[in-house]
């Protein structure tokens, strides 16, 4: 089987899953190898996503690591084996990795939290605040480099608008509703676009406003998917040299409480509804 050159986040996920069993049991790459009757390099180019793992293999290796979790390694063999070409296939190479790795992760994600400090979260975003977002944040880009991210960005929404919609809740920091990204009239679109969105049975929406005490959170904006089992979780966070996605046990349950703290702090989902109205009203 020929290795893969740039494999996909969601590869390196379950590649990392494999590994961290291994360790769970104690055993060496050199062990693994010989309970599988494979070479050491095989076990090495699985667990670092350069190649496959077919459903026997890999129940194989669970077996050896004495993996009990059946829901996991069930959740394994799925990403294993799953084909999908998704829509977002047609921008690989097109675009950085990461715009088609958050998209593949949208589509495969049980549920989805947002928290949102500078900007409306990109599932909510208008055409017109996106092209605005992505010119401004790269001057040097020509259109057709734009109208990319724009259209990008816009298939991204069918995880929340399309027929099977995920549960989706996002906090959104009154600041991120104030910024006009893109002038008044875009503004006043956009606030209508989430108070549109909010009123859907899968979304909710919640506002931390200007006037909350003792808000520390400036630097809590992330996304966090759920995956089949909290286990395979993930947290998507911007770095300074591109996308981040983190997903060790202890991360994970820091951000898990991060975002129980934010949605504590922030309105109960009418009232926020009530203050995207008044923030409409005064444009």
Not at 241 to 251: E, I, L, M, P
Request: hydrophobic fraction near 45%; charge should be negative.
């Amino acid at each position: 089987m020929a290795l893969r050159h740039e494999p996909t986040a969601r590869q390196l996920r379950l590649a990392a899953e494999l590994r961290r069993l291994r360790d769970e049991a104690g055993l060496t790459a050199r062990d693994a190898a010989a309970l599988l009757g494979v070479s050491p390099p095989q076990i090495s180019q699985i667990e670092a996503g350069l190649t496959g793992v077919s459903e026997k293999r890999l129940r194989r290796l669970a077996a050896n690591y004495a993996c009990s979790d059946g829901d996991l390694v069930d959740a394994l063999v799925d990403m294993a084996t799953d084909r999908t070409q998704g829509w977002w296939e047609e921008y690989r190479g097109v675009l950085p990795a990461a715009y088609c790795d958050l998209a593949e992760l949208d589509h495969h994600a049980t549920f989805r939290h947002d928290v949102a400090v500078l900007h409306v979260p990109g599932l909510f975003q208008t055409e017109e605040y996106a092209r605005a977002l992505f010119a401004y944040m790269n001057p040097e880009f020509p259109e057709t480099e734009v109208q990319l991210r724009v259209d990008h960005r816009m298939k991204r929404k069918v995880v929340v608008e399309g027929p099977t919609p995920m549960s989706y809740e996002t906090v959104i920091h009154e600041a991120a509703l104030r910024i006009s990204v893109a002038g008044r009239a875009a503004t006043r679109a956009q606030l209508a676009r989430i108070l549109d969105m909010s009123e859907a049975g899968h979304v909710t929406v919640r506002v931390i406003p200007f006037a909350l005490d003792d808000f520390a959170g400036a630097g809590s904006t992330m996304v966090y998917l759920g995956g089949a089992v909290p286990r395979l979780d993930t947290v998507v966070r911007d770095a300074p040299h591109g996308t981040a996605f983190v997903d060790s046990a202890a991360q994970l349950e820091h951000f898990r409480m991060l975002f129980r703290r934010v949605k504590a702090a922030s309105l109960p989902p009418e009232q926020s509804r009530d203050l995207i109205h008044e923030l409409a009203k005064e444009l």
